[in-house]
């Protein structure tokens, strides 16, 4: 029964490039979070997302950042022309659909992303 | 909007000892639930306990317990008989709406963290 996975693990971009982060949620999941943790800070929520829907962006910056959760495929968080400000862990969480509020989000590992 | 407030950046305990980690939140939610997460050096995120705004008894789970007090608006987490590895980051979180529906699904907010060490 794996969990939820992330990769990759860690990732290094230049200045300017683009970032692609993938998740892909428990089996059964079909509810995705994007969490950002800079070090020695809390998890900063990003977005919520449901195959095909965003359901909260309240959390992602305006512009560079978007999330996606396909019919087919992982969830993908897109970071355009990435800064140094970017450098962070992310983490993806699922849930299971149809569940109450004390259902826990299940977190992948994260993925470090440095830029340089 | 809801917030929760870690007050202890970093806490020491002897091994075999318990310790109490606190966690105290604001929402405008009339119901709602509280988890505890711990991070280890690793990173990964790992889901301890949850504690629902009407459960009328605390939470445990093994060595962990929630001490929730409603009206003080805390849920403390207790750990006993500490190990070494439980040396790592607690974090709480909230989400609001704990009995069901749309509400159920929302995102948690974190606290800052706690950083927890087991000392031999």
């Known amino acids: 029964n794996a969990g939820v996975m992330q990769n990759p693990r860690h990732l290094v971009r230049r200045r300017g490039q683009e970032a692609r982060l993938r998740c892909s949620p428990m089996?059964?999941?079909?509810?995705v979070y994007w969490y950002r943790q800079l070090p020695e800070e809390g998890l900063k929520f990003m977005v919520y997302l449901q195959k095909e829907n965003i359901i909260d962006e309240s959390g992602m910056p305006k512009e560079r950042f978007s999330a996606e959760f396909p019919k087919e495929g992982p969830s993908i968080l897109r970071i355009q022309q990435v800064v140094r400000g970017d450098s962070a862990a992310y983490f993806c969480a699922s849930s299971q659909p149809g569940t109450g509020g004390d259902s826990p989000l299940h977190f992948g590992n994260g993925t470090r992303l440095t830029v340089t | 909007a809801q917030k929760i407030t870690q007050t202890q950046p970093g806490m020491f305990v002897q091994e075999k000892e318990a310790v109490t980690l606190d966690c105290t939140y604001d929402?405008?939610?009339?119901?709602?639930?509280l988890f505890w997460y711990k991070q280890p050096s690793s990173g990964e995120m790992i889901f301890l306990i949850y504690q629902g705004s009407y459960d009328e008894q605390n939470a445990t789970e093994g060595r962990y317990s929630l001490n929730f007090q409603k009206a003080r608006k805390s849920a403390n987490l207790v750990i006993s008989a500490s190990q070494l590895g439980d040396s790592a980051m607690y974090f709480c979180?909230?989400?609001?709406?704990?009995?069901?529906?749309?509400?159920?699904?929302?995102?948690?907010?974190f606290g800052s963290g706690t950083r927890l060490q087991v000392q031999p």
């Open positions: 929402t405008s939610d009339q119901s709602y639930g």
């Open positions: 979180a909230m989400r609001g709406g704990s009995r069901g529906g749309d509400t159920g699904r929302r995102a948690l907010t």
């Open positions: 089996k059964g999941h079909s509810h």
